[in-house]
């Protein structure tokens, strides 16, 4: 409870909103007595009312129950699509950092490379080579995507290497994975983790466009981002159906990014 | 005897040459930081190591230790060849020479409490056995004057000399024979200084250490060394027993930084600069004698010949063609 108190309201606010989050992906049906992929011909295109708050869409199927259903594709998006781009990235930042020179050299060359092409450029030619699908598109977001925590690891890594403290590790004979891994990644991790948290509402926006695109998440299954482009046909007629998903994904990248500057505050190091 | 040798080593950055120097053809530059130093260290002494900011003692004290690899020269240690050193020899080096650092705010791992530091030197070098880790690292707290609740506590829970105390732990946890200390109460205040200084007088002579004692503070040198060695560019210029050198300095420039040691009554101080202008670059260091340009007695062998430190006639070494 103390440690409650003690964290600032934005990060609690960004905190309760992953939490609800969560559940909704952990338990769907407690939120909503609707079946997301059950048809009502009765209520086709209803508009939101008491008994369908978000309406339903033209095959009658509840759009609250889809937009919480959803969640945990998109959850799973939001951290599969930061957590295998960031280990890489970590672990690459963190030798190039360390070793510097012609590994360096070697790096920025292939990061120029990379970082020529527009992001979502990339990651959509990679997934269309692949296949559309979920795990292509980890694939294709990891290829691309560890440049950025690589680069930022690096840096922060080139600071502290030059620290006192790890002068007085060389100087105690410790060996260089034990430095790298005990002294280094703790003190150099900060914006890393910081850079996650909002990357995973970055994420939640890239498979929600994919997923528009028909390139991540493949129908049935209810997505975000299938949702809006379900909508968009109807956007004149029935703006909900469009609406209200994109509503959810605000709100869960705002939950991503509170959390992010929250936990930003936190990690701070006290010197 | 000696424990430390150093002969004739020299250490030299160089500096970072821009595109148009490059194809203009103008010569690699280098930083001249430590030039042709050969030094003894003796059992159980204090050695002071004095000169101004820039002179190159920082980066001596880092070759000692191989924080940085000389160019050239040789460094023994009880017998051992130093730069020869690798794997498990090398960190019994490691066990055996210590460095407390300047700057006592980013010597300390700030993520890992002072438990966990000093921990991981001792199980690191199975100092003792792992079940009576924490009971020497109660007892090195004791050592430097720390609470033993410090254990637990973060580096930014406390004040500089307190850190710079942790700092002596650390390096004590691994029972060395020389410790050599870069500047270690320059980043303090001057009434911590004095506790600090007193802390390394007193933990030499219980433990029997080897002390090697980097400092710009000529009033320190006085008061704990029993040697001393003057640097000027990145060259010892004079180097003997530390109450004959302040008695009578041999050299121009020993001379200029004892008359210029702050006197505490009015009616002594000089008034006059110590040394005129500014240390020279050490990226172009003076030919012949590199203290020719700001030496008052200079005469035109000096701008020719570099001098070697030899005791010219003297009971101590000193680099000056007209000292004897």
């Known amino acids: ?271 | 005897m000696s424990l430390l040798s150093v002969r004739g080593i020299s250490k030299r950055f160089p500096a970072r040459r821009g595109m148009v120097d490059m194809l203009r053809g103008r010569p690699k530059l280098a930083v001249h930081a430590v030039e042709q130093v050969s030094l003894e260290v003796f059992r159980g002494e204090t050695l002071g190591i004095v000169g101004e900011s820039g002179c190159g003692k920082s980066t001596l004290a880092r070759c000692l230790v191989r924080l940085h690899e000389p160019d050239a020269g040789a460094i023994d240690f009880d017998g051992a060849d130093v730069l020869g050193l690798a794997g498990p020899e090398r960190r019994a080096f490691n066990r055996r020479v210590q460095m407390v650092f300047q700057d006592p705010y980013s010597s300390l791992n700030p993520r890992m409490t002072v438990g966990a530091t000093l921990g991981e030197a001792l199980m690191v070098h199975n100092v003792v056995p792992k079940a009576e880790i924490p009971r020497r690292v109660r007892e090195l707290l004791d050592l430097v004057h720390l609470m033993e609740n410090a254990a637990e506590r973060y580096p930014h829970e406390f004040s500089g000399g307190q850190r710079q105390r942790i700092g002596i732990a650390r390096a004590l946890a691994v029972e060395p024979s020389l410790i050599i200390a870069d500047e270690p109460v320059s980043a303090l205040d001057v009434s911590v200084q004095a506790a600090i200084v007193n802390l390394f007088m007193e933990l030499q002579d219980r433990l029997g250490l080897t002390l090697v004692f980097i400092t710009h503070d000529l009033r320190l040198v006085k008061h704990m060394t029993h040697r001393v060695a003057v640097m000027y560019l990145g060259r010892i210029v004079e180097v003997g027993p530390t109450a004959e050198i302040f008695a009578a300095p041999r050299h121009p420039y020993t001379q200029a930084l004892i008359r210029a040691v702050p006197q505490v009554k009015p009616g002594r101080r000089s008034g006059e600069a110590a040394v005129m202008g500014e240390l020279p670059s050490p990226l172009n260091p003076p030919p012949g004698c590199a203290f020719h340009p700001r030496c008052p007695v200079a005469t035109a062998a000096c701008r020719e010949t570099v001098p070697g430190l030899e005791a010219r006639g003297g009971a101590w070494d000193v680099a000056c063609l007209l000292a004897g």
């Not at chain 1, 919480?68 to 594709?73: E, G, K, L, R, V």
């Not at chain 1, 080579?129 to 440049?147: E, F, K, R, S």
């Open chain 1, 1 to 271: 409870m103390r440690l409650f108190k003690r964290l600032p309201a934005p990060l609690l606010l960004g905190l309760a909103i992953l939490a609800l989050m969560a559940a909704f992906a952990i338990a769907p049906g407690a939120f909503t007595p609707y079946d997301p992929l059950g048809f009502d011909f009765s209520a086709l295109l209803a508009a939101p009312s008491l008994a369908h708050p978000f309406g339903t869409d033209q095959f009658g199927r509840d759009l609250l129950a889809r937009s919480i259903s959803a969640t945990a594709i998109d959850l799973q998006i939001a951290l599969f699509a930061t957590i295998f781009p960031g280990l890489l990235g970590t672990l690459i930042g963190l030798l190039v950092g360390w070793y510097g020179g012609v590994v360096d050299a070697l790096f920025g060359r292939l990061v120029d490379l990379v970082v020529t092409f527009p992001f979502l450029v990339l990651v959509i030619a990679i997934v269309a080579v692949l296949g559309p699908g979920l795990v292509n598109m980890y694939i294709a977001v990891t290829i691309v995507g560890w440049v950025f925590y690589a680069r930022l690891m690096r840096s922060e890594v080139m600071v502290q290497k030059n620290g006192e403290y790890i002068a007085a590790c060389k100087v105690l004979g410790y060996s260089t994975p034990r430095i790298l891994f005990r002294h280094i990644l703790p003190n150099a991790i900060r914006p890393v983790l910081v850079y996650a948290v909002t990357d995973m509402a970055l994420a939640i926006l890239l498979g929600s466009s994919l997923g528009y695109l028909g390139l991540g998440a493949q129908p049935p299954e209810a997505e975000w981002g299938v949702l809006i482009a379900d909508g968009k046909n109807f956007f004149t007629t029935a703006p909900w159906i469009a609406l209200f998903p994109g509503t959810v994904i605000v709100i869960a990248g705002l939950g991503f990014s509170l959390t992010g500057d929250g936990l930003a505050d936190l990690l701070e190091v006290k010197r």
